[in-house]
């Protein structure tokens, strides 16, 4: 059973999900949240067909597949600040989520990053910069049953100490 919490809770935003791959868990968010805009890259071709016809079948609105790959994504106006929150599935080094979410974000936009147990919070200080703060990490097992950790990293607004 899915308990469903409020809405503001999870994503109350426009939210990208990067390497979208089978679908999960943006497909499953949708049909809990009808109401969430969504927006799936998926790289590959063949994902992103069969992302598009899963849409199609399961009538779902306010979702688009976007079939590129999201570090030339960023680099387009119609992409770039149109945002609120970015999910990345173990993808890649943290820096490298946060520099190719980056572009995507509005101001005070949120990146969440599911990774492995194992980074320390020295280590995600120094490799985030001063353009983002972690605001929360939650211990989860991941989709396989191994330990990870859920991060969540708020983009600073220009002007304020952090975001200079």
Avoid at 35 to 47: A, H, I, N, P, Q
Avoid at 96 to 104: M, N, R
Avoid at 148 to 153: E, N
Wanted: charged share 30%; glycine share 8%; net charge positive.
């Amino acid at each position: 059973m899915i308990r469903r919490p409020p809405r503001s809770t999870l994503f109350p935003y426009t939210t990208l999900f990067r390497s979208s791959g089978s679908g999960f868990p943006g497909i499953p968010l949708k049909i809990v949240f009808p109401e969430l805009d969504l927006t799936l890259v998926e790289g590959r071709r063949k994902r992103a067909s069969f992302l598009r016809e899963l849409v199609r079948s399961l009538k779902l609105e306010k979702i688009e597949v976007v079939n590129a790959r999201a570090e030339n994504l960023g680099k387009k106006k119609e992409f770039q600040g149109q945002f609120k929150a970015i999910l990345f599935r173990a993808v890649g080094k943290l820096e490298y989520c946060i520099e190719i979410g980056e572009p995507f974000l509005r101001e005070s936009g949120r990146i969440i990053i599911m990774k492995e147990m194992g980074i320390s919070p020295k280590n995600i200080a120094n490799n985030i910069g001063d353009k983002f703060r972690l605001i929360n990490q939650k211990p989860i097992k991941n989709f396989y049953g191994v330990n990870s950790v859920l991060m969540t990293f708020e983009k600073v607004p220009r002007g304020t100490i952090e975001g200079k």
